[in-house]
């Protein structure tokens, strides 16, 4: 397990915003489609075209946010981008139309994305040697506090009224304004200088956007357990449906328990290329073992779903582990909020696109689009070492241009 408090106080701060924001999360991320669908009464297509009109739009926003966080100090900025998502949020209890449906969704994906990209230079400052093992922590308390809204939410459900709905939205909304008010008790971080040069530096470093295409295609992972794997079970399996809840419970408690473990030995971008080769070939065997769960007795579904669930989440805690490596690692510290904000346009374009793409693979075509989904994670992660190699080529070679840029200006 993880240990239950971090070892600063800053970090303690930060781990408590981010406990409070998961919970008021847990309650939308379990409830709040079915918000907008049973209580408001809009259309599945329509909040499905709303959804992925937000997530496209919230693409843009990590990047130029989490350059203002670079420039003008990360910690306000993060407070504010969780204000905005308070707000949007409260707004969907007045969102009775698919405009101001799209308006609301829209602006709070964007703050999400936003705030995202500008915690990340806090993460970097106040994560102490190995902030990516920080950042391994904080998912593990993100994954305590998605549970626990998602209790809450599931309360919600069955109770199904409009009230019962609406309160949780608000729930949802003043879960977000207390974990930007935790900030206040934060010291601020001073931005750094610049070193010259392009002000977008994150968009001209092509290794860096190579290695953010891998891990968004990487990403589409997540969306398996949430998605491909429930609509599989009812319609292929004859497994039993509540081992839905039984899927995700297994992979929540596995992360909890060793998603830090496993980001200690990641401690360099060597590590996390073969990290990622090693997710791969765990979510190979994961939806090999998915795909044989059909059409045999409901005993033996269950133990193969189940046993590549095991299999898959141990993939997910080392794709995670070699994301956060390559992604701070890689990124100059001045610049922090610009590169991560860039490597979270993966992540944000495999939300947006992959439930599309495991649906028509793995679910409309059937056994053979797990094959091929497999091998499409075993794929990106044998071409990630390759590229990890590239960017560190090309960081030291930016080093060795502004260490000399330096000597001459002290010249």
């Not at 204000?83 to 209890?93: D, G, Y």
């Not at 007045?94 to 500008?118: E, H, M, Y």
């Not at 209790?151 to 709905?165: I, N």
């Not at 059937?366 to 499409?376: D, E, F, K």
Request: charged content about 10%; proline content about 5%.
């Amino acid at each position: 397990m993880p240990r239950l408090m971090p070892e600063t106080g800053p970090q303690r701060v930060l781990a408590a915003s981010n406990f409070v924001y998961t919970v008021g999360s847990g309650l939308y991320l379990t409830a709040g489609v079915l918000y907008f669908t049973e209580a408001v009464h809009l259309p599945a297509g329509q909040v499905g075209l709303g959804l992925g009109i937000a997530g496209l739009v919230a693409l843009a926003l990590g990047v130029a946010v989490g350059h203002l966080a670079d420039r003008y100090g990360a910690r306000g900025v993060y407070a504010a981008t969780l204000v905005v998502q308070a707000l949007a949020t409260a707004s969907f209890v007045l969102a009775d139309s698919f405009w101001p449906f799209v308006l609301s969704v829209t602006a709070a994906a964007g703050a999400k994305a936003a705030g995202i990209a500008a915690r990340s230079p806090l993460i970097r400052h106040y994560g102490g040697n190995r902030p990516q093992e920080f950042r391994a922590y904080l998912r593990a308390v993100t994954n305590v506090g998605i549970s626990l809204g998602a209790v809450g939410a599931g309360l919600v459900v069955q109770v199904g009224t409009l009230t019962a709905y609406q309160l949780m939205v608000i729930g949802n909304a003043i879960a977000f304004v207390v974990s930007a008010a935790l900030l206040i008790s934060l010291p601020p971080v001073t931005p750094l200088a610049t070193t010259g040069g392009p002000r977008w530096i994150a968009l001209r470093d092509r290794p860096y956007l190579l290695l953010t295409a891998l891990d968004g295609i990487m990403a589409i992972q997540f969306k398996v357990l949430t998605v491909a794997i429930p609509l599989w079970l009812v319609g292929a399996t004859t497994a039993p449906h509540w081992l839905i809840s039984g899927t995700m419970l297994t992979g929540t408690l596995i992360v909890v328990a060793f998603q830090v473990r496993a980001s200690r030995n990641v401690d360099s971008p060597t590590a996390g290329g073969n990290a990622y080769r090693r997710a791969g070939v765990a979510f190979l065997v994961s939806c090999s073992l998915i795909s044989l769960s059909g059409g045999i007795p409901a005993w033996a579904a269950a133990m193969l779903l189940l046993t590549a669930v095991v299999i898959h989440t141990v993939g997910e805690l080392w794709h995670s582990a070699a994301g956060f490596e390559v992604s701070f690692a890689l990124a100059p510290q001045h610049a922090t909020g610009q590169y991560l904000g860039v490597f979270g346009l993966g992540a944000g374009l495999a939300e947006a696109l992959g439930p599309a793409l495991l649906i028509s693979l793995c679910v409309t075509w059937g056994r053979p689009g797990w094959y091929v989904v497999g091998a499409l994670f075993a794929l990106t992660g044998l071409t990630a070492p390759l590229a990890v190699r590239w960017a560190q080529r090309h960081q030291r070679a930016g080093q060795k241009q502004t260490a000399s840029m330096e000597k001459a200006q002290a010249a």
